[in-house]
């Protein structure tokens, strides 16, 4: 089992707004930041939002990030096909001393 | 453009050793830290080791600690990993990526190179 818990899967009609929670505690999400990540089908992950809210340059602001205490949530809205991808959130663990991961969920467009 | 660009992975019997290499461009190598980071085959991303921007600190999962190790040479922009007594389970796809700071997400990142670890 992953540290952060994620759905496996979402799914949404292209147009739509869909959104993706991801669950820790007080030694990851509650204390740190959360960083979500997209990995396109046989590619290497890329970042999406960082300390919790941020867009990196070149990332569409169709994407949003947001914190509530031991969760967040990534929210993706005008779903497009192009967005089918897995998605995985992360943050510092202060008792692992290091980042973990969620276990990922896999967004299908209908 | 920045490039990471892994090599070193391949098939190795259960018990041996690997080395794995990260040859970064493009961004300053020297001032990034920089992490290892493996995905199972159909698995989710798993986190195994960090090694701040001089090489003064590394942490590593629980998972790998005692039997791998990184290191980096910034002279060559070169991050490494040694894969000692690897097992079945350690089979993936290995990916290196930089982070701004030890804490911060990874915003460069490596296509990967697939390590199998079979008899």
């Known amino acids: 089992q992953s540290v952060l818990t994620q759905p496996p899967s979402v799914s949404e009609a292209p147009g739509q707004r869909v959104t993706i929670s991801c669950s820790g505690s007080?030694?990851?999400?509650?204390?740190?930041?959360v960083n979500w990540y997209q990995q396109l089908p046989g590619k290497a992950p890329k970042l999406l939002i960082y300390?919790?809210?941020l867009l990196p340059s070149g990332v569409s602001d169709r994407f949003s990030g947001s914190k509530s205490g031991t969760s967040a949530s990534l929210a993706i809205s005008g779903l497009q096909s192009e967005d089918e991808a897995d998605y995985y959130c992360?943050?510092?663990?202060?008792?692992?001393?290091?980042?973990?991961f969620g276990g990922g969920t896999k967004l299908t467009v209908l | 453009q920045v490039q990471l660009v892994e090599s070193g992975g391949g098939v190795v019997q259960p018990g041996r050793s690997l080395r794995l290499s990260c040859s970064a461009s493009?961004?300053?190598?020297?001032?990034?830290?920089m992490h290892w980071v493996r995905q199972a085959p159909g698995k989710g991303l798993e986190w195994m080791g960090l090694?701040?921007?001089?090489?003064?600190?590394?942490y590593y999962a629980d998972s790998v600690k005692g039997r791998f190790t990184m290191s980096r040479d910034n002279s060559k922009n070169t991050l490494y990993l040694q894969m000692n007594s690897l097992r079945a389970e350690d089979t993936a796809v290995y990916f290196c990526?930089?982070?701004?700071?030890?804490?911060?997400?990874?915003?460069?990142w490596g296509q990967g190179t697939l390590v199998t670890v079979s008899s």
């Open positions: 992360a943050a510092w663990d202060d008792s692992l001393i290091g980042p973990v």
């Open positions: 300390y919790d809210d």
């Open positions: 090694i701040s921007y001089d090489g003064s600190e590394r």
């Open positions: 493009g961004f300053t190598f020297s001032s990034h830290a």
């Open positions: 990526a930089g982070s701004a700071g030890m804490q911060a997400g990874c915003e460069y």
């Open positions: 007080s030694s990851n999400i509650g204390n740190n930041a």
